[in-house]
Structures are given as C-alpha cells and as structure tokens.
C-alpha cells in the first residue's frame, strides 16, 4: 500500500471536512424544514340577533262637551294595546287645570272646599306615593302581554253637582229688573284641561327604570 506522504495527507483531511460541514448542513435544514410544518384549521360561526319590535298602541276615547254643567259626567278611556312582541309595564299620571273665561287659573276646589271635578279612577290600577298609577302595582306589575289591551285607566269625569256660578246680580234703575251675568271669575264658562301621561316600558327592566 501505497504511503502518502504529507501533503496528501492534509488534502485529504480538507476533503473530509468538507463532506462533514455539507451533512452537517443537510442536518441543519431538515431540522429547520421539520419545525415549519404543522396542522392547522379556522372556523367561522356567523350568527345574527333579531331584536323584538317594540309598540304600544295608546288609544283614548272621548268627546269633548260643550255645554258642561254640573252633575254631568263626561265618559273617558285611555287604553294600551301592545302591538308588539316584548312584554310591558304600563303607568299613568294625570295633570288637571280649570281656567276662568277671563284667563285666571282656577283652584280645584271652590270655596266651599268643592272638589270641582271628579275622576272617575278603575280598578286595575294603583296609586304609588310617586303620583304614579300602575298597572297593577308598582311592587307587582300586572304584565302587558303581546296582543293584550290594558283596562282603561279611567272611565270618565264629573263636574261636581256642588259648584256653583260665580253670578253677578245687577238691578234697573227702577229696581223692577234684576240681571244676572256670569263674572267671568268662576266655574261657570271655565275650561277644564285634564292631561293624562302614559309610560311604559319593558316588563324585564320596570324595576330598574321605574325605581
């Protein structure tokens, strides 16, 4: 066998460390190309929210006199119908008003202590120390369903047959005619302005709204 002397020894070994450095290599990039691959999925799930319609349908019936006279009482309703698809609370409040003929607000009682007008309340509904009248209660609300009509929250209103004219008497000269005139000041040729307010809202959230 042939010796190889010094020189092709060293180009040997040159050789042989570069086949180790090109696997080494090689080694490298699989490692490197293994660690990139993986599974993997993505999934999408649409989903769409219908909200319910809300509606309430507020329907008041009532004529309006005009020739109010004492005792008489004049028939008034106001109803809610929920024409929607979400449950209700309901509540009212009413506001009232008399106003003479010459423009002087009037007070809801006569001199006399007269209630002037009576409101004729139903049943069904509640007086919370709030001024509020609830459907129900306001610690237990009657539940306005889809499709349902509340009980009207009142029936009518009278004039107290206990007022009376605010006449001013006026004699002829000869004192053998007497007229009576209306001052302007009183009941009598007034107006009266009842305001009702309904409120509702959904059954589910009453209590955080109303409280």
């Known amino acids: 066998m042939k010796k190889l002397n010094n020189k092709e020894e060293k180009d040997k070994e040159k050789k042989n460390k570069k086949k180790t450095f090109i696997v080494a290599g090689i080694s490298v990039l699989t490692i490197l ?12 799930f649409k989903n769409d929210f219908k909200s ?11 004529v309006a006199p005009t020739n109010w006279t004492p005792g008489d009482t004049t028939a008034k309703e106001i109803k809610v119908t929920n024409n929607g698809s979400i449950t209700m609370a ?3 409040k009413y506001t009232e008003k008399w106003t003479s003929k010459d423009g002087t607000n009037l007070s809801l009682k006569d001199s006399n202590n007269n209630v002037a007008s009576i409101i004729n309340f139903n049943t069904g509904w509640t007086k919370d120390s709030d001024g509020y009248y609830y459907y129900g209660s306001k610690s237990s609300l009657t539940k306005l ?3 349902q009509t509340s009980t009207s929250f009142i029936s009518g209103v009278t004039f107290n047959s206990n007022i009376v ?3 001013k ?8 005619t007497v007229t009576y005139t209306s001052t302007g000041k009183g009941y009598d040729n007034a107006t ?3 305001t009702i307010t309904i409120d509702t809202v959904q059954y589910n959230q009453a209590i955080n709204v109303w409280n």
């Open 145 to 147: 369903e889809p499709n």
């Open 169 to 176: 008497e006026t004699k002829s000269a000869d004192g053998k």
């Open 192 to 194: 009266y302005t009842l």
């Open 165 to 167: 004219a605010d006449i």
């Open 52 to 62: 319910g319609l809300y509606q309430a349908n507020v329907v008041e019936t009532f």
């Open 33 to 44: 190309s293994g660690t990139l691959a993986y599974f993997t999925t993505s999934t999408n």
């Open 90 to 92: 309901v509540r009212a």
